[in-house]
């Protein structure tokens, strides 16, 4: 009896013994577990954070960090690829996709290579066919000039840049200094001229309030507004744009063409082929400001902004009248009058302070702008949409943004009020009886325009990064909604974060719902990212 007791009880301390061990086990790989997701999200974290400022080398780094503490998570794999698209290394962005495919089974990474393989396809053929003058002329016939850019580079000094871009580092290359600003599709020249210092020695970097010598962006798309279905633009369309001031050129050692032209204090050089026509959207470019000296405010005025009115349903810019009062106060004392250009262009000088200014044209819905003069500074991109009145019947939503990212998508996607499905984006603009995309803007600022005609369906309506470029969260974009009979649009502001797909609000029943969610899901039967 007794030495069955003893048995008994060494037993029950060998169990005990048993679960004490596998207790301390699983919390040690718990805490192992743990440590190896902080690991994880640490490097997710610090490449996001590179991958957003255009520093592709560092995010390939971090997005490795991750793949390598955790090779069975999907999302290192899916932003990796997203990287090296942006850089055009399509082969090695599928080569990752398909490292993560041998270790996970999942439709995201599937459909990511689908869509890689989808870019190298459109861009072998958009490499194998040579246009035809006639293409060219057709493709080109809706080309305009992106005016935001022009008064960007006629107007902004180190400090603008500095303020609008970041703070990327510059690169001295002998008596110049570059600053590249990799996110934003861009570098900037400096180098001394005219008896000037323009770059202080000690640092090798521009002083704060001069001008560069020259801009070069990535993309054409950046100086001219494309409504073709390929980017061109044929000498004829840059004679009508550019008037007398364009002129045709060979260079001697190179032998290379291109056209030259001033514009709004700019001028502009762009490579073309032999006859003028510009045929590649990634052609040689560069944009010199006519002045290279600093702000020069006058006794009058301490900054500037300057911006245009656009028409929401084109566009194109638009006459309205401008009033300014001080920041907040729509009904107080009118500071100054203004009326903006035929072009929408205006100006606005004034003391360093912050104002509103109403905008008000015929027929369409009065609107506000706040701005802020900073002394010795030119502000540009300061622009506002005028919608017209809604009609009975419609929805209108209409999307701003900064300079960064260069292109925002619409997506309005749902039932109609007959059970039918729809998705109206840039490659669907147009639903029957329920209503079409009005303006698609590919070169930042917008406006980019959904009006619905069928009250009675029922839809979300989201943003998309379409070139993933990670700066949406910081975009400060703006969607307006309005909806008939009344006098005042709703409005979302874009949150602070990080994600290709802004979800805005959802429409049903007559009722509007927020969402304002920033999210990384990219969802690729919907929406359309990585490159037109």
Known sequence: MEYNQKLRSRFLIGVLIVLIVSLFVSAAVLVTLGMRQNKYDSAIKSANHYFTAGDYQNAIVEYENAIAIDSKKESAYLKLASVYINLGDYTSAISVIDRGLALISSEQLTGKKVEIQTLVSNASKAEAHVMTLEEIQEYSSETGLENNVFDMVASYTYTEYYRDYGNVSGTREGSKTIVNYVNAGFKTVYYD????????????????????????????????????????????????????????????????????????????????????????????????????????????????????????????????????????????????????????????????????????????????????????????????????????????????????????????????????????????????????????????????????????????????????????????????????????????????GSGLIWKVFKYENGNITKINQLTSDTDSGRFHIGGR
């Open 193 to 496: 001229i005219e008896n000037k210092k323009m770059i202080d020695d000690s640092t090798n970097m521009p002083y704060a309030n001069v001008k560069p010598a020259e801009v070069s962006f990535d993309n054409l798309h950046r100086i001219f507004s494309s409504g073709g279905e390929k980017f061109a633009v044929s000498y004829s369309k840059l004679q009508e744009l550019f008037g007398d001031t364009l002129k045709f050129h060979q260079e001697q050692q190179t032998g290379r063409y291109y056209i030259s032209a001033e514009y709004k204090n700019c001028k502009i050089h762009v490579e073309t082929d032999k006859t003028g026509n510009i045929v590649s959207e990634n052609a040689w470019n560069k944009l010199e400001p006519l002045s290279h000296t600093g702000f020069e405010a006058d006794e009058e005025i301490d900054g500037k902004v300057k911006g245009y009115v656009q028409d929401a349903m084109t566009g194109k810019g638009m006459k309205a009248d401008m009033k300014v009062r001080e920041r907040g106060k729509k009904n107080g004392t009118v500071i100054d009058k203004l009326t903006s250009a035929r072009d929408g262009s205006y100006t606005f000088g004034g003391k360093q302070g912050k104002y509103t200014i109403e905008v008000s044209a015929k027929g369409y819905i009065t609107e506000y702008l706040d701005v802020e003069i900073i002394r010795n500074q030119t502000k540009v991109g300061k622009n506002i949409v005028l919608s017209p009145e809604v009609a009975e019947g419609e929805i209108r939503i209409v999307l701003t943004w900064g300079s960064n990212p260069t292109d925002l998508d619409s997506y309005a996607y749902g039932k109609s009020s007959l059970g039918i499905n729809f998705n109206i984006n840039y490659t669907n603009t147009i639903v029957r009886d329920v209503g079409n995309l009005d303006v698609d803007d590919t070169s930042s600022y917008g406006p980019e325009t959904i009006t619905i005609t069928d009250t009675g369906a029922s839809f979300e309506y989201s943003v998309v990064d379409f070139r993933a470029e990670g700066t949406m969260g910081s975009s400060g974009a703006t969607v307006k909604v309005y909806l008939p009979g009344e006098s005042a649009a709703k409005v979302f502001n874009i949150p602070s």
